[in-house]
């Protein structure tokens, strides 16, 4: 499933991903094959895509806590080792992520009905990106992104900033933001190394 997906998705400049129309049927991340409906939508990639991008609803909330423990604990254990991602993980509670979310911007991703990643911006600050191992690396938090950057850019917005995680450094970067440098984040009294990052919009 995912190699299919990585497939369809990769192209030479990285930034377009639109798939081919002779691309076989997508399977989704629970392995069962579905005819995937797109959601109706104004975004005429989101014909062509097997998940959508869409502000997050109330009911999304319980869902979103599982996303960034397990993108924590699978996706960063190559660049942090067991006792950073227990911290980081736990660095936020239900309460604490709702009462975050409830400012800013936040979109979901959806596919075949399954909450698989979410994005949040604050102002010009990237606070969150988190996308499900099951559905990394095809380019959801990508799309993610853009929803937040064209936000905004509609905003008026002249540049982003983000602190990323040595995880997503090269997401970031791909994205086109420009590391400033390393400095150390502590989470529940456990340091964890992350880059200061800044895009311009002009
Ligand atoms: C970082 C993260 C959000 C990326 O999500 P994703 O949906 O897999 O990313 P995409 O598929 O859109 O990746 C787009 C491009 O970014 C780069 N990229 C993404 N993840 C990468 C990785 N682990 N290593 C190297 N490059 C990566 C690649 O250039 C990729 O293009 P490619 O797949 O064609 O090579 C996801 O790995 C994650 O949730 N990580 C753990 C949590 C985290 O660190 N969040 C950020 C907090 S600051």
């Keep these: 499933m995912i190699q299919w997906l990585r497939k369809l998705f990769r ?3 990285g930034m377009d991903r639109s798939p081919t129309p002779a691309a076989a049927p997508p399977a989704t991340p629970a392995e069962h094959q579905t005819e995937l409906a797109p ?3 104004a975004d005429p990639m989101a014909l062509l895509l097997p998940f959508q ?4 609803e109330a009911s999304d909330l319980p869902k979103l806590l599982g996303i960034f423990r397990e993108a924590i604990q699978v996706s960063a254990a190559s660049h942090y080792d067991q006792q950073q991602r227990d911290a980081w ?3 936020q509670s239900y309460d604490s992520l709702i009462s975050m979310l409830s400012e800013g911007d936040t979109v979901v991703a959806e596919w075949d009905d399954a909450l698989v990643g979410f994005a949040h911006r604050i102002r010009d600050y990237i606070n969150m990106v988190y996308v499900h191992p099951d559905a990394a690396r095809v380019g959801i938090a990508t799309l993610l992104y853009q929803h937040l950057e064209d936000g905004a850019r509609i905003e008026g917005l002249t540049e982003l900033t983000t602190h990323a995680s040595l995880t997503a450094h090269d997401f970031f970067q791909f994205m086109g933001f420009n590391s400033e440098g ?9 340091s ?3 880059h200061s990052m800044r895009k311009s919009l002009v």
Excluded: C, F, K, N
């Excluded at 390393?182 to 456990?190: D, F, I, K, L, T």
């Design 39 to 41: 959601a109706a939508t």
């Design 53 to 56: 991008i869409r502000p997050l």
């Design 89 to 91: 993980s736990h660095a």
């Design 192 to 194: 964890l190394t992350r």
């Design 11 to 13: 192209h030479d400049t």
């Design 182 to 190: 390393e400095e150390q984040a502590e989470r529940g009294g456990v």
